[in-house]
Structure formats: C-alpha cells, structure tokens
Nanobody, 120 residues
C-alpha cells in the first residue's frame, strides 16, 4: 500500500505565501507523477500543478507564475510553493501520485487534503 501525508495548509492573508508538502510512503518502486489539485467550496475539484519523473512541470493558468511545484526524490516528497495568494485560492488542496509499486503494479493515490484559507 502507498500512503500520502499532506501538510502546510492554513490561514494566510492575501498576497502572502504558503508551501504545501506531500510525503509518500509504502510499497513504492517509483513515483511517476506527482500532482496537486484543489476543491473550493461548492466547486468541482480542479487541477493545479503536476511534475513528472523527468522533472517536467505543468500548471493551471490560474496559478501559473505564482506557484512552483517541486519534488525531493530521496524523501519521496513533493511541494507546492504558492505566492501572491488570492482569496480565490481558498480551497482544500489534495496531492495525488501515480506510482509503480514494488510489485510492479500501477497505483494512483490521493492525499487526505489540507485546507488553505486566504483572507482578503
């Protein structure tokens, strides 16, 4: 089994910064893709950012230029640095990984979510 533990959410003023972390553990042979999603109140979950094993990144237009996704392959942890936060960034942020397990099967796992609240 693969588990994800998220941290770093909280209350921040508009214009401020936060760094979210997502640590993966368990029967991991290789983490192929790491991604962040978010779900605002009353809205559907949406893609925020992704980083693949080769290091390429992809961002939603809504966060591009304000956010950076990065990964620490040694610790199986990845991060989302968010700057210049806006009220509309308020949401529960979820991390997701696509892994190859030690049994060489493919698995997709979601984190439990961490709340980010941006006050205006």
């Amino acid at each position: 089994q693969v588990q994800l533990v998220e941290s770093g959410g909280g209350l921040v003023q508009a214009g401020g910064s936060l760094r979210l972390s997502c640590a993966a553990s368990g029967s991991i042979f290789r983490i192929n893709t790491m991604a962040w999603y978010r779900q605002a109140p009353g809205k559907q979950r949406e893609f925020v950012a992704q980083i693949v094993s080769g290091g390429s990144t992809n961002y939603a237009d809504s966060v591009k230029g304000r956010s950076t996704i990065s990964r620490d392959n040694v610790r199986n942890t990845f991060y989302l640095q968010m700057n210049s936060l806006k009220a509309e960034d308020t949401a529960v942020y979820y991390c997701k990984v696509a892994v190859t397990t030690t049994a060489r099967s493919s698995q997709e796992v979601w984190g439990q979510g961490t709340l980010v609240t941006v006050s205006s």
